[in-house]
């Protein structure tokens, strides 16, 4: 059974006013425990509408959302369902407010109704998971951190809940290469270790592509691909999408195979971008 | 968003979208002279109730959608009512066990309730149809003659047109907090009350911080592009208060107004 199974799922802004506007138009995606599911759109595709029905913060308009097999728009199941889906706001560190790093990841927790001695270790274990050492931070408060810390500090909030489903918007937007690498590796490592559920919607693609087993792609609110990434990537074709998306080497990818060139379009890392090239230069002897 | 906000801007290009912002704010003004003077009948609210309505309908704003919006203050309207029927003196209709109505509360309450309607229609039908940055470049030309007493209208209108400006984007910001916090836990619709305003910190120091931070980016902002206030400023459009404005101010003065003056008469 899916984790998470959204059927035709619509959702209408501001109905019944002149700012009306369709953000999500009959999506249908199923989501399976464990998966590491990436999305992946332009501005204004529908990406963080999607993920906000993911936790019962919003409802559909039309259509249906099923987290753990029950429905979101049922009160009384998605009052609790911020225990099982955690998610992470674009820009979380706007978020913070309490006056010491190891209070702000312990405030989901309190929550939860965990206790004291249950909560300190959990909090450290988090911190120590992003990338922070507990000793160090726990006592700072956040506002002494520099902005990529605090991210890690906003992002340990989340996963100190230990979600079934994580679920994160741009959580690199913005970060250095190494901030970045911290917070990706704490996934994929929680991914791993729980078998959590991590959706994903990111901007660097090159980056996403390596990370994920399945690609969801929006374009202005509707699904224009979805499925397994090797199949997404190989039946995207230059003309249908918008080829802003794609890195530049997979983009190449295509383009020789619009030449006609038997290439494989189906590839993820600029070292098998690379090969292919190679192997194509050999047999055409060039 | 969950909603429109009451009283927001709503593009078009009506009648009385057209209008100089001055006269839209004399006729607001005009509105809020007759909803607030002392010893106007029902029959005259009414009819002024009904007016607006008329000019709402011109505007093209919806009709519907602004009456909607008295939802919004029905506990205002409800808590004043409650206070004029109980609390005025006069001859008791129903007296029960201590607590009287009388009739000069219910009136009062009545004419109360079609008062504050007028002062909420009036104004939402000033802001509806009046974009924020004609509204305060009306309020500034308004106001300037009191430049020569060295108030500083231009900082004024600028700081009022900021705020409202920026109306929206709090609003915006606010609900974002909401529901990140509410992913982990915090619960701002039910449990006790002591918890529940502890939660409202969860959403106040973040939207203070976020906002102080705002301000402080946009003075930056304006600065390096060498705004600094003051005369020698300029406006991209200048407004033309034409013969078609001299007329709507003419039959909202009437309209309005008359009546006023015609009980300070007798």
Known sequence: MPIIETKDLTHVYLTGTPYEKKALDKVSISINQGEFVGIIGGNGSGKSTLIQHFNGLLLPTSGSVLVGGEDTSVKRYSKELWKKVGLVFQFPEQQIFKSTVFEE????????????????????????QVGLNPREVAHLSPLSLSGGTRRQVAIASIMAMRPAVLVLDEPTAGLDPSGCNHVIKAIKEMQQEYNTTV???????????????????LEQGRLMAWGNKREVIQHMNSHNLSDLILPDYLRLMHH??????????????????????GRILKESHL | MKGMITGQYINGDSIIHRLDPRTKLLGCFAIIIAAAWPGQQIPILLFNIGFILLIIYLSQVGVVRVLRGLRTLRMLFLLTFICQVFFTPGDSIWNWGGIAVSRQGIYLGITTFLRLVILYLGSSLLTMTTSTLKLTEGLESLLSPLNYFRFPVHQSAMIINISLRFVPTIIEEAEVITRAQKSRG??????????????????????????????????????????????????????????????????LVTIFLLPVWYGYVN
């Open chain 1, 105 to 128: 990841v312990a405030y989901g927790l309190k929550n939860m109704g965990m206790n004291l001695p249950e909560i300190k270790n959990r909090v450290e274990e988090t911190l120590a």
């Open chain 1, 256 to 277: 020789l195979a619009d030449y006609g060139y038997q290439v494989n379009t189906g590839i993820f890392s600029v070292e098998e971008a690379a090969r292919e090239i």
């Open chain 1, 199 to 217: 959706v994903m919607i990111s901007h660097y693609v090159s980056q996403l592509i390596l990370l994920v087993d399945k690609l969801v792609i």
């Open chain 2, 186 to 251: 915090a619960r701002f619709d039910s449990g006790p009350l002591a918890l529940r305003l502890k939660t409202v910190l969860a959403l106040m120091i973040p939207l203070l911080a976020a906002t102080l931070q705002r301000a402080t980016d946009l003075a930056l902002a304006m600065e390096s592009r060498c705004y600094a206030g003051g005369q020698s400023y300029s406006r991209e459009s200048s407004m033309v208060f034409t013969w078609k404005d001299g007329i709507a101010l003419g039959i």
